[in-house]
């Protein structure tokens, strides 16, 4: 079955550290996204890229940082200049960067320890 | 900013009834789109309306857009336990090659046995 696959479910950072957060996509999508969500909130654009080896800021990317070097794979790190990481992160993937539906992924829990 | 707002914030209604809920935007939209979330998992594309089209439906969702007040309603007929989840409205508007889509924060929605 075509999905995205976010890894891990549940993640704990301590202070200081950078991690990774995994997303992998098997439906051929051009285009990626990274939402943060906090309780209560709306999803909020961390990074997006529309091509292989391109990527754009989103509307809260400090702190963050992306890559994507394949098709399939839009991994993102959450450095230690991120003061306030303790969040549910989205991935999502969509046919085209405009006029289509998002596909989602389960969703990664971080937590600062 | 968060374009779109859903309104109420929260709905519980009984099982067989109706369940509408309302979105409005401020800004020019290219298409709107509505995601279901259940709890702790990713979001779930319902529905996407165009802003030439005024209503699509999809199963039991009837979804209306009305560019002129700037807002959109989601109708589920005859609800069920499992329609339980929280509900997004989001607004995609894009110019050449860039597109924004931008998630409202919510509706709870509790549909009673």
């Known amino acids: 079955d075509g999905g995205i696959t976010q890894s891990p479910k549940y993640l704990f950072r301590k202070e200081g550290q950078n991690v990774t957060l995994s997303c992998e996509q098997n439906?051929?999508?051009?285009?990626m996204y990274w939402y943060r969500q906090d309780p209560g909130q709306g999803l909020r654009l961390i990074y997006y890229?529309?091509?292989?080896?391109?990527?754009q800021k989103g509307d809260i990317a400090e702190g963050y940082s992306v890559s994507r070097e394949k098709k399939e794979s839009f991994p993102l790190t959450v450095t230690s200049a991120q003061k306030n990481p303790t969040a549910f992160y989205l991935c999502?993937?969509?046919?085209?960067?405009?006029?289509?539906?998002?596909?989602f992924g389960s969703g990664t829990r971080l937590t600062v320890v | 900013s968060q374009q779109g707002e859903e309104d109420p914030q929260a709905l519980s209604i009984q099982e067989g009834e109706n369940a509408t809920m309302n979105c409005s935007y401020k800004?020019?939209?290219?298409?709107l789109q509505w995601y279901r979330q259940n709890s702790g998992r990713g979001l779930v594309h319902l529905i996407l309306i165009r802003s030439n089209e005024r209503e699509k439906h999809s199963g039991r969702l009837r979804v209306t857009l009305d560019t002129s007040k700037k807002s959109s309603s989601l109708l589920i007929t005859a609800s069920r336990a499992a329609d339980t989840a929280s509900y997004f409205c989001?607004?995609?508007?894009?110019?050449?090659?860039?597109?924004?889509?931008?998630f409202g924060k919510g509706i709870t929605l509790s549909v009673r046995p």
């Open positions: 989001a607004t995609e508007y894009y110019t050449g090659a860039n597109s924004k889509l931008t």
């Open positions: 890229s529309q091509i292989v080896n391109d990527f």
């Open positions: 439906l051929n999508h051009d285009a």
């Open positions: 800004t020019s939209i290219n298409n």
């Open positions: 999502a993937s969509s046919i085209s960067h405009q006029g289509a539906g998002y596909t």
